[in-house]
């Protein structure tokens, strides 16, 4: 208590400049803090954020989510639907999936 009414005596008798220099100086060292706190609070939530995101990427096919490793092999067995002379899939090739994998079922629901 002491130290507040010293503190008030001091402020009463500066000028007015010095009071608003005082003033402006108080109101930069709380920006200054402020921001600051800003800063850590935001590499925190980032380097948590980051610490927590799953390190697998995953794609989204109608729904079904995949990842990485699934994506790869369904390219792999994609590709080798691909005629040697023809570097593209063609809807003939869709049409032969289809067909193989309608018979996949066939054979496993029996």
């Known amino acids: 208590m002491e130290e507040l009414k010293l503190i008030?005596?001091?402020?009463?008798?500066?000028?007015?400049?010095?009071?608003?220099?005082?003033?402006?100086?108080?109101?930069?060292?709380?920006?200054?803090?402020?921001?600051?706190?800003?800063?850590?609070?935001?590499?925190?939530?980032?380097?948590?954020?980051?610490?927590?995101?799953?390190?697998?990427?995953?794609?989204d096919l109608d729904g079904v989510s995949i990842d990485e490793s699934v994506a790869r092999g369904l390219k792999t067995q994609l590709l080798r639907l691909r005629t040697p002379t023809l570097q593209y899939l063609h809807s003939s090739d869709v049409?032969?999936?289809?067909?193989?994998?309608?018979?996949?079922?066939e054979e496993k629901g029996k």
């Open 95 to 105: 049409f032969t999936l289809r067909n193989a994998l309608d018979k996949h079922f």
């Open 8 to 59: 008030a005596d001091i402020v009463g008798g500066l000028s007015s400049t010095a009071l608003h220099a005082f003033i402006a100086w108080l109101l930069y060292k709380l920006v200054w803090v402020a921001a600051a706190i800003y800063i850590m609070r935001l590499a925190i939530i980032k380097v948590h954020d980051w610490m927590v995101k799953s390190k697998v990427k995953t794609w």
